[in-house]
């Protein structure tokens, strides 16, 4: 496959609404939109084609990362569609490629759908902000989103690490530094060690994958600095317990009383079918680090967190089952998907306000 057919998907799959392209050896290249795979009218693609186009995509750089580790991710400017963030990997001794259309712009907090309570924990000086959800959730567009906030409003020093860069932020009233892994940083763990010496106010970290980062974004969080954090979780409460189990024994004691002092929120998120079926609607469930939440932290009681996120809507906190239930009484889900995708379908089966 050359450029000029590639381009040509690309083109196709932005006047059909696709979120994402899937290139797959055997058949015919397919869109994403609004959650669901749709094939285009092609023939089946060739591992020959894909082999080629590959070699046309990437970098030098980037080719050797992945004739070494078999996988790469990577950003690619294209025109019409600003950046594309690129997924590739092996199969049958093939590349196939998953491509992501990310868009040139940041959407408005009123069109994403978050809450007005997330500006707050944004504007905040120091302490940690997660971001987490499954896969495909809309984490990372959230998050650059609070990036954008704290650039517009705040005169301080940003710097994010990433891999890759999916939106490039010009600088405002802050200073912006955005580093991408393979380019800028060989690792997230290497970029993370010397994130603290570039004398940053706020750190966003595309991703919290292992120990190292989690006890630096801590560190960062619990000495001065707001850090941004996604992370891949179901559940506020299952964010906080992959945390910590990540840790043992004395390690994870300590790591307990750093989240308890410098926690300052959680957003977990997942992008739902709307009614319609014409687009995706976000569903969430925000934690605010209250005293009551810190000391549940502090005892290690996350069971509890359940609890005080159904009593805490007076501090702005939402619990995703009575997030489901709003927007079905908004006619934005339908009730089979607020059924099932509910923690506990009885809260939405109630004639009631969900409980």
Partial sequence: MNLDRFNHLLAEALDRGASDLHLIAG???AVRVNGEIFPLPAPPLRGADLDALAASLLTPEQRAAFDRDWELCAALPCPRLGRVRLTLYRRAGHPEL????????IPTREELGLPAKLDDLARRPVGLLLITGPAGSGKTTTLNYLVDLINTERRCKIV???DPIEFVHHSK???VVQQEVLTDTPSFSRALIHVLRQDPDVIAIGETRDREAIATAL???ETGHLVLATLHSPSVANALERIIGVFEGAAQKQVILQLASCLQGIICQELLPSVDRARRTLAYELLVATGAVRNVIRENQLHLLDTIL???ARDGMVLFDNCLYELYGQCQISYDVALSR???PERITKTGNAV
């Fill in 27 to 29: 058949l015919p290249p």
């Fill in 98 to 105: 998953a491509l992501r259309f990310l868009g040139e712009e």
């Fill in 160 to 162: 994010t690490i990433e």
């Fill in 173 to 175: 009233r802050a200073v």
């Fill in 219 to 221: 560190t960062a969080a």
């Fill in 310 to 312: 159904q009593t805490g």
């Fill in 342 to 344: 509910a923690r506990r």
